[in-house]
């Protein structure tokens, strides 16, 4: 069994295009647990196993190629599906005084903290993962309105490449369908009657 150990190139750039027009090309799709390791057991479309083994920090992204067999005519290609990211764009902020700054972000963290969303802060955007109905989300962010904050939907695989490995794990390690937002919360056990017996006094 080949293990892969490196990342060949990405199916989207050019190049790599016009190489795969007349392969076959296999594909391995990974949810975004399995696309924050850099080593896995990736299983393809066609029923096929291999074990991936990159150097640390590594991640796949969307489209990489992970084996390219031209002999054979054959390639791997790798197909991620992770949640949307609300972006909030604080760059309207920049013309207001600081006072207002640190205001506006005060009841923004307030917000995003109240509803236990992990974020991440990349210069003046911040990263919310989909944790729970997009129709919330904008709930609570149009409920608060916030002057001069600008956000939006967008897709997972467009936000990784402005992202370092562990931020990545942040935004995507605990959203989806695992989350503690998901999940239903479990039965509470039923409670027995407790019965005191008192003991009988003779006079």
Known sequence: MVVIEEIIGNSRSPEWKKRLENMEVDVVRLDQWTAQKSRFLARS?????YPVALKRH??????DILLY????GKALVVSLSLSPVLVMNLSALKKKGVEEVIRVAAELGHA?????WPAVVKGMNIYVPLTVDKKVML???QTHHLEG????????SEIIP???PHEVRRLFGGAGRESHSHAPSAPEPKRQP????YPHHHL
Request: aromatic share 8%; net charge negative.
């Open 149 to 156: 904050v600008e956000y939006d939907f967008h897709q997972g």
């Open 194 to 197: 407790v019965r005191v017996r």
């Open 112 to 116: 995003i903290g109240n509803q236990h």
């Open 139 to 141: 709930s609570v962010m």
């Open 69 to 72: 067999r031209p002999d054979e």
């Open 58 to 63: 590594v991640q796949v992204a969307d489209g």
């Open 45 to 49: 479309e066609h029923g096929e196993e």
């Open 162 to 164: 402005y992202l370092a």
